[in-house]
């Protein structure tokens, strides 16, 4: 009678044996609070129809994942799974319009926007007001698998590894200078020697732009001038005006693009324009700003934010990257597997160690 009793009881056990077994288990890194990242286990995500599974191959490190693990990152909560310039293969896909499938390498756009809001029905959807990006909003590709709708892929089998996981920091650089609208023969400031500010300089100089590059560490200016090839480099100081004003006889510049996000050099940047310029804010800052208003009144100035990027942002990135008119291999400059992540990534933080762009594979 006992045995009896006990036979449902077994019988359960060996299904959730069963079902254990089934399981599969993937890795991912969490930033539990600033300062703080920790490697866990999980089980694998499962999706739903209009839904890609995607195995993460490689996660770019980019200045919003160092500003959180800082504890300044604006629009931000913890914990959060970070990451969202992501080289990814689908693992799993319904058939679909796009007519990709199984095994391809895709791009993620890692914004995910409502199509309802007046930006989403004017076609900037950047800058929807519903906008949740992966990695700051909502958990992102710090993990061996991610799920997303099929709506955020763009093919990207012409890439290798290094080239998918740039694209999401140059498409800002190239939607910023769209921003400005650009043309041949214009002189314009990077500030900043960053991952964002290299990709303006180089996307600029593709359309015949004169690029004077900014910042304040020698070796990323060395870096902007002998990789780029941009063609002025100054060290910030205050002596950076006059520099400027002797390169351009005194013109300035008809556009000056900010690539930091840190106060004082936002603050800084209508020293550098000319009169009936752009000053085009591209890096974020969480506090206030203040800007002289009789200086930039005088100037007629065109301040313009430069938020996210497009489709369009992203394809041309692609173009120009199967081109081969990027420098991939010394753009990315540091490289570790998700099991050692989280012994280098403070070293990343300094820009003395020589880092642009560090990535981690998954």
């Known amino acids: 009678m006992l045995i009896w009793a006990s036979l449902p009881y077994f019988e359960k056990c060996k299904a959730t044996a069963r079902n254990y077994q089934n399981t599969l288990i993937m890795k991912y890194i969490v930033c539990e609070k600033p300062g703080e990242f920790v490697l866990k286990d999980k089980e694998e995500p499962k999706r739903k129809s209009g839904e890609v599974l995607l195995r993460v191959k ?6 919003t994942d160092l500003h959180a693990y800082a504890g300044n990152q604006a ?11 992501l080289a990814t293969q689908i693992v799993e896909i319904d058939k679909n319009d796009k007519g990709i499938k199984a095994g391809d390498n895709v791009v ?38 991610i799920i997303v709708p099929i709506d955020l892929l763009i093919p990207a089998q012409n890439l290798n590894d290094n080239e998918m996981a740039v694209v999401e920091p140059l498409a800002i650089g190239a939607h910023a200078i769209r921003r400005a609208q650009l043309q041949a023969g214009e002189t314009i400031v990077v500030i900043g020697c960053g991952p964002i500010g290299i990709g303006i300089m180089k996307l600029a100089q593709l359309i015949e732009v004169k690029v004077i590059a900014i910042d304040m560490n020698q070796q990323r200016l060395d ?4 990789d780029i090839g941009v063609d002025y480099v100054i060290k910030g100081g205050p002596d950076a005006v006059e520099k400027i004003k002797e390169i351009t006889q005194g013109d300035m510049c008809t556009a000056v693009f900010d690539a930091t996000g840190h106060k004082d050099a936002l603050e800084s940047g209508p020293e550098y324009m000319s009169h009936g310029g752009r000053y085009i804010l591209v890096g974020l800052s969480k506090g206030e700003l203040t800007f002289t208003h009789p200086a930039i009144h005088a100037k007629e100035t065109s301040i313009l934010c430069s938020r996210n990027a497009t489709l369009e942002d992203f394809e ?47």
Not at 58 to 63: A, D, P, R
Not at 75 to 85: D, K, M, S, V
């Open 316 to 362: 041309h990135v692609i173009s120009v990257l199967s081109n081969g008119d990027f420098p991939i291999d010394s753009f990315v400059t540091h490289n570790v597997d998700c099991t050692e992540m989280i012994e280098h990534f403070d070293s990343w933080l300094d820009p003395a160690n020589g880092v642009i762009k560090a990535t981690v594979n998954f």
């Open 58 to 63: 490689k996660v770019g490190i980019c200045g």
């Open 108 to 145: 993620i756009m890692p914004y995910l926007n409502c199509n309802e809001c007046i930006a989403c029905r004017n076609g900037k959807t950047n800058c929807c007001m519903s906008m949740r990006v992966l990695g700051i909003h909502i958990d992102g590709g710090m993990q061996e698998k």
């Open 75 to 85: 629009f931000f909560t913890y914990p959060r799974i970070l990451g969202h310039e």
């Open 223 to 226: 870096y902007a001038k002998n």
